[in-house]
């Protein structure tokens, strides 16, 4: 069962937070294994969250993705990059946060977007 979580200091009405879990299930498919139908969801909008030091009270927003550990094994790593860039569009389109504001990885994984781009080779070498 694919797990997403989005975390933002802004309000997300609940038109909007729904669209985006519906735009989220349609990027979880991306992965052959995992099927949008059992995607579990949650917004958390409205949350105390810091990003940088230029502008701590500009919108923000994190996503994290929980999928089936063997995917990342089985799949190009290409696959999970483009559900990230997915995700992150949704997040910009329903909530007008710019990309440079949102990260997006998955749960125990060593991928994490940024701008809809891996970056976790440029933060450390894991």
Known sequence: MPRISVKTNIFINREKKYRMIVDFKEAIELIPCEKGSFV????????????????????????????IQDAFDK????????????MTEAVMKYAQIPEDRIFAYYRNS????????????????V
């Open 40 to 67: 579990m969801a949650d917004i958390d909008d409205e949350a105390f969250m810091l990003f940088g030091d230029e502008d701590a009270s500009a919108p923000c927003a994190s996503i994290e993705v929980a999928v």
């Open 75 to 86: 799949y190009d790593k290409e696959i999970f990059v483009q559900v990230l860039a997915k």
């Open 110 to 125: 060593p991928l994490w977007t940024y701008r809809r781009q891996d970056i976790i080779g440029t933060l450390v070498h």
